[in-house]
C-alpha cells in the first residue's frame, strides 16, 4: 500500500465522519432543541448526505488501489464543499442582513400525526432570523467552516503525493 493511498483512505474517511457529524448536529438541533429548519438550512444538508456514500465509495477504491478513481470522488466531494460553504456564506450574510435572502423563505414546519396541531402550536423559522449562535456565529457560519475544512480535506487526499 503506499502513501498516496492511505493519504487518499484517510481523506474519505475524514470527509465521512465530519459529515456525518454536521449532520447529527443539525438533527440534534432540530429534533432535541426544537430549531426548525429554514429552506436554507436543508439546502446545506443535501452535500452532507451526498459525502457520506461518496466518501465511503473513495475510501474503497483507494483502498483496493484505484487512486485515480479515489482522486476523482474527492475532488467532486471537494467541490461539493465548497458549494455548500457558497451557500452557507450566502445564508449568514442573510441572518445578518448583509443582503436579501429568498422572499419565499417562510421555512416549512415539522408534521406529526395532527397536522392542523401541528402547524398551530410550530414556530416556522425565516432564513433571516440566526435561531442559534456559539461565540456570535450561527449555524449557517459554522456549517461554511465545516465545509470548509471538508473541502481542504477533500483537495488535499486529490492532490497529496501527484506527480508534477
Not at 1 to 21: E, I, Y
Not at 33 to 55: K, S
Not at 78 to 91: E, F, K, Q, R, T
Request: net charge positive; with cysteine; glycine share 10%.
Amino acid at each position: 500500500m503506499t502513501l498516496l493511498q492511505r493519504l487518499d483512505q484517510k481523506a474519505a474517511l475524514l470527509l465521512v465522519a465530519g459529515s456525518a457529524f454536521a449532520l447529527a448536529c443539525a438533527w440534534y438541533f432540530q429534533l432535541v432543541a426544537g430549531l426548525a429548519p429554514c429552506p436554507l438550512c436543508l439546502d446545506q444538508r443535501l452535500p452532507y448526505y451526498a459525502a457520506i456514500p461518496l466518501g465511503l465509495l473513495a475510501f474503497a477504491a483507494a483502498r483496493s488501489g484505484r487512486e485515480g478513481l479515489a482522486r476523482a470522488l474527492l475532488v467532486v466531494l471537494g467541490l461539493a464543499m465548497v458549494g455548500n460553504m457558497g451557500l452557507a456564506i450566502y445564508h449568514a450574510g442573510v441572518e445578518w442582513q448583509f443582503w436579501p435572502g429568498p422572499t419565499a423563505c417562510t421555512g416549512a414546519p415539522v408534521t406529526t400525526g395532527n397536522v392542523l396541531s401541528a402547524l398551530k402550536g410550530a414556530r416556522v423559522p425565516r432564513c433571516d432570523e440566526a435561531a442559534w449562535r456559539l461565540f456570535g456565529i450561527s449555524m449557517a457560519g459554522w456549517n461554511a467552516l465545516i465545509a470548509a475544512g471538508l473541502a481542504v480535506v477533500s483537495f488535499a487526499g486529490a492532490t497529496t503525493g501527484r506527480k508534477a
